[in-house]
Structure formats: structure tokens, C-alpha cells
């Protein structure tokens, strides 16, 4: 028949792709910023395309555009039709402590009754539980820990993510709890960037000797983990009663000069000086924020610093304050969001997350979005690989059961997120099998 044989010339001309995605309402591309994280008036812009499409061969972005467009120049035996959908890139989650045994639910008790959480954590409960029962537990026991929690972040749209360690605090529970988070990384889907927190309290047997374990971080953790190549970052928990500045500095300096970018857990719950800190040694991220000064913030910015916030875990506190986002985008801060997963804040899904930045940080829907996307990306140093949809780009890609971005914190409490590619292959598609991750 005549229309066959133009159908086989016209597929001479055009390429073969492994995957099309089509017709989408929105394509959320986010281009544009893969060398620097999006600032200010730029966070609201999205670079949509209005029934967009993308083509992906061989794990990456091909090429991006109107559907018409793409159609003529591609072809693919899978296509998904995306018509009244919203396509997006692959949430990245820029903080977690995804590896940890035993759960605190008696401790959200205690702080619905008024317990705050530096009064948990002199009381022998927080991270010092967690510590106690990490360390007990096996490595199975924890990867398969790790593993169920990947599986669930990954079907609410995580395709890639930021894991801590800082729940064994010793160089070998430490080293132990790292090798999890490779292990975890080679076998699941999602991606998995680690990072070093032995400076995330003080043990009880330093309790009475604090110097004496930051140098025991200094000395024997942090090259021990920079000979295994087992993290990307080093991170402090600076604050009143756990580290303070000189400590925090020493901390990060010393994982900087074996590789180690600087991380900081700044300013959650008192205004310490974390944010100034972040400036001064030029870390990659400064997370949390609660209580920034006016002057951190600024040197935050003048520094190229990316503010991670964590609403999910400020609402898990249940004192009322959040970060003040909207200063730091004024003041040309880079925002990034996380989860900020553990234990007492057990919290997996980066939709929950852009909502609550939405309704407690006053963030719009397309700010939050480039939060949790490429600014997220270059928290953890990925944004030359993911965060955005472009061409050479991994193809990590979320498909919204939404025609609008904006549905993004205005619907929240169920998963919006209809499908997930990894790598240009299709992982979940709750369309096709309910709530199942595809093998």
C-alpha cells in the first residue's frame, strides 16, 4: 500500500530513539543552568514547553521540544503519550540520613508535650539512640533498611539523592554505615551521593572529651574515608551544645584538604554563626538556616553558598519557625530543598516537601520546583548531569498525572507522580500497575 511505503521512507530519514515522550502540557526543562544554580527572579522560570517532547537514546536526552518537532526528526517503538500531563526532571533530595536502625516514635510524643529537641538529645535519646541501635545492627540489616526506603522515595519521584552518615561515631561504624550507602547505591535505581557525618553529635564515650573526638575525626576518620573513596562531602552538625565553630571549621577544613567538599548543618536551632561559617570555608550547601543572620545569609550569597532547606524536618519540630526563604531569594541566595530523612523526621517524598515549602516558606510552585531539581543538583555537585532537561543530560524524568506544574504543593498528601524514568528506561508506572516499582 501506497501510505506503508511512505511511512518506511519517512522512518529512513528520521532516527531511531529508545524512548519518546510526547504531547505533554507542560515540559518543565529547567535549561539553561547547568553552570550555575538559578538566583532570584530566575527561580520562577521554568523554560516550559507547551506540549513538549524529548527524545532519549542510550540512558540520555537526545533532544527537547515541541512534539511536532521532535516527530519529525525521531522515531521509537515506546512512545508515552503525555497529553494533560506535566514532565519534569527527577526530583533530586539534597539531604538525608537514609541508613539507620530502630525508629523514635516515643520521642514525637514527647515533643507534641514540649519536649524540644536539644532537651531529647541531652537526655540520652535523638541521634544518641539512633547511634545505639545503628551500631547493633548488621550490614544486611541496615542495606535492607536503606534499600525499602529507596524503593518508596523512588516511586514519589526521587531519582537521585544525598545520604549522610553520622550514626555510628566511631571510625568503623562510621566506615560501616558509608559502605551501606555504596552497597545501596550500586543496587538501586536510584542514585545515591554520599557524604560524611562523623560530626553529627558526640558520643557518650566523649562525652567528657570533646576535643579529644574531633581529633579522633581529624586524625583517623576523615582519612580513613578518603582512602576508600567512600564520600563526597564532609558535614558538621554546628550548633550550641554539639559543634561549635573553631570545632566545625577544623572538622570541615581538614575533610577539604583530603577531597571533601564542605557541607554544614547551619543555624537550626539557634543563631550561631553557621551561615558565616558556610561562607568563610566556600561549602557547597549550608542546610537547615532556621535562625541565619542578616549577614550569614549575605555572605552566603556573596559566596555562591546554596541555602538546602528542610521544612519537613522544621515541621517535625513543631516550634512554629521555618527559614525565611523569601530573604535569602532577595538576597540572591540559592535555594535547594531536601527531605532531610531520619528518624525523627520520617519523611520520603520531595511532593510533601515542595507543598511545605509552599505553604510555610511562601515560596511559589515554580520556585520550589527549581528547588528541588537543579539547584538541589548543585548542592551535591550534580547539576552537569541532572536537574534539568537537556540534551546530553541522564534521563531522569518525572511524569506528573497533572496538567500544570502548579498542581505541585496545591495537591498534596497523595503521589501526583504518575511515572519515573531512570536512565531513559521506564521504573514506575502507577498508571499500568498501581503503586509497583517495574523490575
Keep these: ?35 550555575k544554580p538559578r538566583i532570584g527572579h530566575q527561580m520562577r522560570e521554568l523554560s516550559i514547553i507547551y506540549k513538549g517532547a524529548l527524545a532519549v537514546k542510550e540512558g540520555k536526552i537526545l533532544a527537547v521540544g515541541k512534539t511536532s518537532e521532535i516527530m519529525k526528526s525521531y522515531y521509537s517503538e515506546r512512545v508515552i503519550n503525555a497529553i494533560h500531563k506535566t514532565v519534569l526532571p527527577g526530583f533530586v533530595d539534597a539531604h538525608t540520613h537514609i541508613v539507620f536502625a530502630g525508629f523514635r516514635e516515643e520521642e514525637f510524643q514527647m515533643r507534641i508535650e514540649g519536649a524540644s529537641y536539644m532537651e531529647i538529645l541531652s537526655a540520652g535519646g535523638g541521634i544518641l539512640r539512633t547511634v545505639k541501635e545503628t551500631r547493633k545492627a548488621s550490614f544486611d540489616k541496615l542495606l535492607n533498611l536503606t534499600l525499602q526506603t529507596l524503593d518508596i522515595m523512588l516511586e514519589h519521584g526521587t531519582t537521585t539523592l544525598e545520604a549522610k552518615s553520622g550514626y555510628g561515631l566511631t571510625t568503623n ?8 550507602i555504596r552497597q545501596a547505591n550500586q543496587l538501586h535505581k536510584v542514585d545515591v551521593i554520599p557524604t560524611f557525618l562523623g560530626a553529627h553529635t558526640f558520643p557518650p564515650e566523649y562525652t567528657n572529651n570533646p576535643t579529644g573526638y574531633v581529633n579522633l575525626i581529624i586524625t583517623e576518620m576523615i582519612p580513613e574515608v578518603a582512602k576508600r573513596k567512600l564520600a563526597k562531602f564532609c558535614d558538621v552538625f554546628c550548633e550550641k551544645g554539639v559543634f561549635n565553630l573553631e570545632q566545625s571549621k577544623r572538622i570541615l577544613v581538614s575533610g577539604e584538604n583530603y577531597g571533601m567538599k564542605a557541607k554544614i548543618h547551619a543555624d537550626e536551632m539557634s543563631a550561631l554563626g553557621g551561615a558565616e561559617l558556610a561562607a568563610e570555608v566556600e561549602a557547597i550547601s549550608a542546610d537547615h538556616l532556621l535562625f541565619a543572620s542578616t549577614k550569614g545569609i549575605k555572605a552566603m550569597a556573596k559566596k555562591g553558598v546554596v541555602a538546602v532547606l528542610l521544612p519537613g524536618a522544621a515541621f517535625s519540630l513543631m516550634t512554629g519557625k521555618f527559614a525565611n526563604a523569601r530573604f535569602m531569594i532577595d538576597c540572591g541566595v540559592p535555594i535547594a530543598l531536601g527531605t532531610d530523612f531520619n528518624p525523627s523526621c520520617l519523611l520520603e517524598n520531595m511532593q510533601l516537601v515542595i507543598a511545605f515549602a509552599c505553604h510555610f516558606m511562601n515560596l511559589i510552585p515554580a520556585e520550589a520546583i527549581t528547588a528541588a531539581t537543579i539547584n538541589a543538583a548543585h548542592a551535591i555537585g550534580k547539576a552537569h548531569k541532572i536537574g534539568s532537561l537537556e540534551p546530553g543530560k541522564k534521563a ?20 501526583i507522580v504518575e511515572k519515573v524514568i531512570k536512565n531513559g528506561k521506564i521504573i514506575v508506572d502507577r498508571e499500568i500497575s498501581g503503586s509497583n516499582l517495574l523490575s
Design 1 to 35: 500500500m501506497p501510505w506503508k511505503k511512505a511511512t518506511v521512507l519517512n522512518r529512513k530519514i528520521k532516527e531511531k530513539v529508545d524512548l519518546l515522550i510526547i504531547n505533554a502540557n507542560e515540559l518543565l526543562t529547567l535549561s539553561g543552568s547547568s553552570e
Design 396 to 415: 531522569d524524568i518525572v511524569i506528573l498525572n497533572a496538567p500544570s506544574h502548579k498542581f505541585l504543593g496545591y495537591h498534596f498528601g497523595v503521589n
Design 173 to 180: 561504624d562510621e566506615i560501616k554505615i558509608l559502605e551501606v
